[in-house]
């Protein structure tokens, strides 16, 4: 049976959706990994999809089920390495990108190829990290005009003046901004707040509400300036 949009707002779009946490390996047995769930970004891919919309979600870890929908192609990925091979392939046929997964910023410089061993000389363990690709900068520097690229942005302090300076510094069209301090924190919440930032328009706070909710609005908002073609 042919799946039925509920609206179509994102009729016949391609829409790239990345969510959950991206890991880093340290040894065979060990990872750098973040707390992301995955909701936020499984959300949004859910919601492009009862718009009407092609999606491809591009996954990393997550807490969560994954969607089931004819409308939602699968992609999975471990590393910051392997989300960015995967856009490469996908992004220039995009129309959309919204980029929600948490990527590891960086990575072991050597992944030991044996499970490192305690030892009773050693109390302390330093592991030596490098830089990983910034996806969202390095992708969204390919983008076509008519092609939208959203950003997320995760602070603890200084959240509209950190996310703005993202909103510039990585080519982006817009920039859901929260928080992640505290015992409010967004990571694994079902709810969250957040601020929506884009270029020469004034910030969008929207209330705290459910990642369903946001979704939704998200997906609306991403319409409108769709049709706008800006
Ligand atoms: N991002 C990315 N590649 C990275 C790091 C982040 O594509 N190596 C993306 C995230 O998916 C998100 C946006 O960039 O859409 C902002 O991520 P965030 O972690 O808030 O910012 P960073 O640029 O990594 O800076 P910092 O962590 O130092 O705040
Ligand atoms: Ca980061």
Not at 50 to 66: K, P
Not at 141 to 159: H, M, P
């Amino acid at each position: 049976t042919a799946f039925l949009a509920d609206t179509d707002l994102l009729k016949d779009k391609k829409v790239i959706v990345t969510a959950g946490g991206t890991r880093e390996n340290i040894d065979p047995v060990r990872f750098i990994g973040n707390r992301s769930s995955g909701k936020m970004g499984i959300a949004i891919a859910n919601a492009a999809a009862h718009a009407g919309a092609d999606v491809t979600l591009i996954v990393g870890q997550v807490a969560v089920a994954l969607p089931q929908s004819p409308r939602i192609k699968l992609v999975h990925v471990t590393t910051t390495e392997d989300l960015f091979n995967a856009l490469q392939e996908y992004f220039p046929i995009a129309d959309v990108l919204i980029m929600a997964a948490a990527v590891a910023d960086y990575r072991p410089l050597e992944i030991v190829d044996h499970k490192i061993k305690k030892s009773a000389d050693n109390h302390n363990l330093s592991l030596e990290l490098t830089e990983t690709v910034d996806v969202l900068k390095k992708i969204a520097s390919r983008k076509r005009s008519s092609q939208l690229v959203v950003g997320f942005a995760a602070e603890t302090n200084d959240l509209l003046q950190n996310a703005n300076h993202k909103l510039a510094s990585k080519n982006a069209d817009m920039i859901v901004a929260n928080s992640v301090a505290g015992p409010q924190s967004a990571f694994g919440s079902d709810n969250n707040q957040v601020t929506i930032l884009q270029k020469n328009q004034a910030p969008l706070k929207w209330p705290q509400q459910s990642k369903k909710q946001i979704a939704n609005q998200l997906i609306k908002l991403i319409s409108t300036k769709l049709k706008q073609g800006d």
